[in-house]
């Protein structure tokens, strides 16, 4: 687990592709808090607004936290997103 966080860092240091920060936050919510994970997938999505794997991961992580009101409305923003990659 901590061999997999070291080599995410690293490839967050050294590039911008949106699937490092998908994979990074879902390792955080697997492996590490919801805090953590509504932290960082925050700070993604100011770099991949329009990514609905990161809202999606967003609203898991508030799930966990109790806040299922902001779970709920980002949960929809990532399957309007979604759709409409679809589309």
């Known amino acids: ?15 911008n592709n949106h699937t490092v ?3 990074y936050s879902n390792f955080l ?3 590490d808090t919801p805090s953590k994970t509504k932290e960082f997938t925050e700070l993604a ?7 609905p794997r990161l809202w999606i991961n967003l609203a898991r992580a508030e799930y966990l936290l109790g806040e299922k009101e902001n779970a709920l409305e980002h949960a929809q923003k ?8 679809d589309a």
Not at 1 to 15: D, F, H, I, P, S
Not at 78 to 85: C, G, N, T, V
């Open 78 to 85: 990532a399957y309007k997103l979604a759709e409409d990659k």
């Open 29 to 31: 919510l697997v492996y």
């Open 21 to 23: 920060y998908e994979n």
């Open 1 to 15: 687990v901590e061999k997999t966080r070291e080599y995410l860092e690293k490839a967050l240091a050294l590039g």
């Open 45 to 51: 999505l100011d770099r991949y607004s329009q990514n």
